[in-house]
């Protein structure tokens, strides 16, 4: 089957296998990653270092003939520093020949056909960051990525040269063993340069060659094995073994792998833009459902939605969107009806704040500076019959956690486990990685988390800022560092579950937002600025009902997002399936 009819006969699969990307912190790029066409673009590498993606010539001049030139006959022994020798001309081995060899292709070790140069540093004394007469341009790793933050030295240290065609490697990580081009200057330690030996291999085909999965792979895991930072060895390189196509199928081979890549472009222009459509769409119909002037409006828009439901919701990503949508309809109480017997929210307040007085007056708290008065233009939505806005330290207790690095010597310490930030997921606690910290014994119980207490985090990535979880008692002995505010409820009543779900909801979530301070991609909040935050409280009766009705709704929504996980995982093992039968 040619390459062509590869990629039209299976496009559903190409352009259908699509995955979320792991949150990868600061600065993270696109949140999805289209499986398919990443997979269908590491096949037709594969076809082309294998023979099968051009037919072969006969009248080729076969590639030994390119491996008799003197430059290359040459090349045997090679001296890789600290006394190791390499040896090209050793035979290869049968293992090492992964498939059948085409008619007119020879195999040999890569360290035969190129040189690799490592780069230099120039002291940085000498760095400026503005063209300057006599003065080149330091390319780093990063260049290649973002060609903003340019680095310029004297002509003098500019001693490892290369231009825009020349192809780079990238030495270090993550990720290790990068292959770039496009840049020119002078290149640094993080950097080698591949030289082409002799004329046996053409520019573009050794860009492809090194770009093509299996020698990505093997060189990336065999790098990462080494002790202290991941490093591409040069004799990983140079020991790899290739099969050399004669030189006029090389320049088929590229001309071919450079169509079917500007069609993979155009695959993924299309599927990014089917994406964003979609998306669009349903936050366009979601909205609708959230401005919503009554419970009569907002069933007819739903209806409206439930029509396409199994069409717009079909990737993780439509499914948070419902799952906010949901909180953001619970907390403006539009998720279920009012109920004019229920006690009002007032009352509660008013038991809250004779609770909190009291125990001012036991010394069991210390009295806060008061927050001044809501004002109106604070007031995110218009409330319900019977709900009212308080600031959140109103109804809770609020600490700061364990600094880290105290002096604590002379004082009877025991090791206890503490929640940090990576521990606190928007509605859910991860323990899977809980450290430890040597607290001073007369301080456990005041940094103890109880069952109920809200955990907070304080800083992060600019839209993770003020990410709630409830502590359910999950292990004996839990405390909390100080980047994870603790927050208690003073009356049971006032519902720890309705406090986090309006903290993760849409309003609390943009007033941390614009609250926080933010310095290069990350944010954080004070204690004021959460004590200050608004909650909407509902009547008691009222928010058992919203509670769960929520409850269910997210139920329904864990369901969705299971099952599509299940589809998502059968086109990545189609994509898959057609990439193996295809070799």
Known sequence: MSAEKLITDHIDIWTSAVQAKSSSGRGSGKKRELYGIKKLRELILELAVRGKLVPQDPSDEPACELLNHEEITQRGLLKLGKGKILDLNRRISENEKRFV????????????????????QPP???????????YVRLVQIRDFKSDTNLTYVPQEFANRPFVETDIMIGRYGPPVFQILRGLSGTYNVALMKAELVGDSIHNDYLFWLLSEPFIQKLVTSESERTAGQSGVRKELIYDFVIALPPKQEQHRIVAKIDELMALCDQLEQQTEASLGAHQVLVETLLATLTNSQDATELMANWARISEHFDTLFTTEQS?????QTILQLAVMGKLVSQDPNDEPAAK???????????LVKEKKIKKQKALPPIAEDEKPFELPNGWEWCRFEDVVEIHSGITKGRKLAGRELKTIPYLSVANVQRGYLNLQNVKEIDLPVDELEKYAVEAGDLLITEGGDWDKVGRTAIWRTEAPYMAHQNHVFKAR?????QSEIWLGMYLNGPFARDYFAGSSKQTTNLASINKTQLRSCLIAVPPNGEKQRITMKVQELMDMCKLLQERIAVCQQTQFQFADAIVLNAL
């Open 101 to 120: 060899l085409p008619c007119g292709w020879e195999w040999t070790r890569l360290g035969k056909t190129i040189e690799v140069t490592g780069g230099s």
């Open 489 to 493: 409820p003073y009356l049971s009543e």
């Open 124 to 134: 940085k004394s000498k760095f400026v960051y503005e063209h300057r007469e006599g």
């Open 319 to 323: 499914i948070d969107q419902l799952k």
């Open 348 to 358: 509660l307040l008013e038991r809250i704040a004779e609770e909190k007085a009291q």
